[in-house]
């Protein structure tokens, strides 16, 4: 668990996995150990030095004028996943919400960046046989053009089933909200939008007593895209999109004192954007000083 602290905001990070050192080819093609070791930046942190990368699945929870806002909610429990490290997990996470304070009872809004597998899980937890809402007192926020693109699908055999066990169990229940890709969640909390991933992505803003920050859900998934911008996803469902959406994401933050939150980026997570040379790193050391 680690929290910030954005003007009159506190946000927290709640983990639901993290720490294991993967391939970087799981995510991009291009990365294999001998790519990934030419970045030294990256280390300790964010890769080891025999060339992998190291990632995390976590949940964001954004205190603003009263309301809790979680934000991204990972795999969940129990659900059938052909990711084999995901396939019915069974984690604490929801004993680590509430050993951080913020219990299921008491968080009264769920938003997703886009609906992708692990953006969704914990919407909803099997009690006797059935999905239900994981978050009973909570209104769950999803963005109008990415359910349009979503609910038109059907999965075939062989796909997970996702918003069949973590989106529309919610909508049934009458608990959803479809919001649009600039929705402003309180006077300190807004959305932006930052498509390409999938068609309705987007981002969360914070900014409260002069302190910027902002959740980049998966226009970015590590840190190596900082210097590696036009690197290919192997999860973007519009490749050119995204490394637009990316690039402009960079160029715009950096050498800003906006605390950027990865929403797979490992421990410490939070960061900011410097430029170097032709493109950008992503520092956790402090953010830039004032006229530089």
Sequence with gaps: MKTWQIGAVRITKVVESDGVPTSGMFLFPAANPEFVRRH??????????????????????????????????????????????????????LQRLAEAGLPAESI???????????????????????WVP??????????RVEWGHWSAEKPGPDDDDILGDSVRPIVEAGLADLVEMDHRLTDEVWLEPTPGHT????????????????ITGDLMHHPIQCSEPDIRNNFD???????????????RHADRPVLVLGTHFASPTGGWIRRSGEHWRFEVSGPPEPGR
């Design 108 to 130: 009264d809004t769920v938003l997703c960046t886009h609906l992708h597998v692990d953006h969704v899980g914990w919407n909803t937890r099997l009690v006797d046989g059935r």
């Design 237 to 251: 469902s519009d490749p050119e999109a995204a490394r637009l959406t990316r690039r402009e994401f960079l160029s």
């Design 134 to 143: 994981t978050f009973p007192n909570a209104r769950y926020l999803f963005g």
């Design 40 to 93: 030294a930046w990256l280390r300790p942190h964010f890769a080891t030095e025999d060339g992998k990368l190291f990632a995390s699945v976590h949940a964001f929870i954004i205190e603003s004028q009263g309301k809790r806002i979680i934000v991204d909610t990972c795999v969940g429990n129990d659900k059938p996943r052909r990711v084999r490290g995901w396939n019915r997990l069974q984690t604490p996470f």
């Design 199 to 214: 068609p309705g992505h987007v981002s969360v803003r914070i900014q409260s007593e002069g302190a910027q920050a902002v």
